[in-house]
Structures are given as C-alpha cells and as structure tokens.
C-alpha cells in the first residue's frame, strides 16, 4: 500500500503544474516595505517668462542661445493651424525669391491673427526684403506692442534705423535687444560702435 505522504503528493503534482509563474506573482502577498516602482510625472515646460528671464541672467553664450532658440519655438506658433500653414508658404516663397507673394501671404497671416506678434515680426522682414522700410518699421513696432520681450524685432529695428542713418533710435533699439538678451551676436558691436556718436554728440 502506497504510504499516505507520497499519495498526498502525487495527487497535488497536476494543480500545481497548472500555475504558471505569472500567475505566482500575481497571487504573491505584498511583502512588508516593498514599494511600487517610482512613476515620475513629465517634467514641467518652462513658461515663457521663465524662459527669458534665464535668457536675462545667462553669462554663457551657447547655453544663452540654446534659450534663445526655445523662445523662438514659442514664439513662431500661431495657434492656427491656417496661419501657420500661410506662413510657412511665405517662407518658402521667400526662398524663391519671390517677395510680393510672401508678403500677400503674410498679409492674410496678419488679417487672420492680429494679436500674433511673429506674424507681424516676419511680415516685416519681407517687407525689408521688398526695401519698403517704413512699413517694416511699422510691422515692427507693431509686433513689440503685442510682445515687447520680442529681442529679434528689437535688433532688426534697430537695423533698420542705422540703415536710415538714425542712429539715436538705432543705439536705443539695439540697447533693448541687448537688455532681453545680453549674449545676443554683434549686438555689443553695434553699440560700442554706435555709443560714442550718439552719447558724445553734445560733450
């Protein structure tokens, strides 16, 4: 007669080959100070506020232009998905070289998102490109009105003063750029080269 221990045994051998792994881990009991795997939330975006006062305080060059460029990305979306599509037509149209067709893009740009300060930032360069340079002005200063951290409208602003041989309102324009983005290219040039005509004109 089989003793009764190996009988218990030999009946138990199916039902426990019947238990995968998987099902062992699933039906193990917490053990005491085991702790669920970290889940770290998505770190938080920037704001745009943040993000230019880092453009402010950096002393680094590329780190203040890797800054730069985010802003930029900020800047450059319209929100409309129509606005974005003409401008981006106007681009293209512009390296073809063919500027009145970029600017009536940008002009249907501006009519659909007034309150987009780039729109008004970008139509000004074609305008500039089409050496109309009181309505680029104009674009321009629109532009700063809607966002007056805008530190590439600044400089082209003041570009385009020194272009007209103002250079009071250039020195001032180069100065604000210089202000939002103290490691921005050639603008201390521009104003160390400018500084001692304007400021000296009256010693």
Same mark, same amino acid.
């Given at each position: 007669?089989?003793?009764?221990?190996?009988?218990?045994?030999?009946?138990?051998?199916?039902?426990?080959?019947?238990?995968?792994?998987?099902?062992?881990?699933?039906?193990?009991?917490?053990?005491?100070?085991?702790?669920?795997?970290?889940?770290?939330?998505?770190?938080?975006?920037?704001?745009?506020?943040?993000?230019?006062?880092?453009?402010?305080?950096?002393?680094?060059?590329?780190?203040?232009?890797?800054?730069?460029?985010?802003?930029?990305?900020?800047?450059?979306?319209?929100?409309?998905?129509?606005?974005?599509?003409?401008?981006?037509?106007? #681009?293209?149209?512009?390296?073809?070289? *063919?500027?009145?067709? /970029?600017?009536?893009?940008?002009? !249907?740009?501006? @009519? +659909?998102? =007034?309150?987009?300060?780039?729109?008004?930032?970008?139509?000004?360069?074609?305008?500039?490109?089409?050496?109309?340079?009181?309505?680029?002005?104009?674009?321009?200063?629109?532009?700063?009105?809607?966002?007056?951290?805008?530190?590439?409208?600044?400089?082209?602003?003041? #570009?385009?003063?020194?272009?007209?041989? *103002?250079?009071?309102? /250039?020195?001032?324009?180069?100065? !604000?750029?210089? @202000? +939002?983005? =103290?490691?921005?290219?050639?603008?201390?040039?521009?104003?160390?080269?400018?500084?001692?005509?304007?400021?000296?004109?009256?010693?």
């Amino acid at each position: 007669m089989m003793p009764s221990r190996l009988l218990v045994a030999l009946l138990c051998l199916p039902a426990l080959a019947a238990v995968s792994p998987a099902s062992w881990a699933a039906s193990e009991p917490a053990r005491p100070g085991r702790v669920a795997p970290d889940t770290k939330p998505a770190p938080k975006m920037p704001s745009l506020d943040d993000l230019f006062a880092r453009l402010r305080a950096s002393e680094d060059p590329a780190e203040a232009k890797g800054v730069a460029r985010l802003i930029e990305r900020r800047l450059a979306g319209s929100g409309s998905p129509t606005a974005d599509l003409l401008t981006d037509r106007a #681009r293209q149209a512009v390296t073809a070289h *063919d500027f009145p067709l /970029a600017a009536e893009l940008m002009d !249907r740009v501006t @009519a +659909l998102e =007034p309150d987009w300060s780039e729109g008004w930032n970008r139509r000004a360069t074609v305008f500039w490109l089409l050496t109309d340079k009181d309505d680029a002005i104009a674009d321009l200063k629109r532009a700063l009105v809607l966002e007056p951290r805008h530190f590439e409208a600044w400089a082209a602003l003041g #570009r385009i003063y020194e272009s007209q041989d *103002d250079k009071g309102h /250039a020195l001032a324009a180069f100065r !604000r750029a210089r @202000a +939002l983005y =103290p490691q921005m290219d050639k603008i201390g040039e521009a104003i160390d080269r400018l500084t001692p005509e304007v400021d000296g004109r009256d010693l």
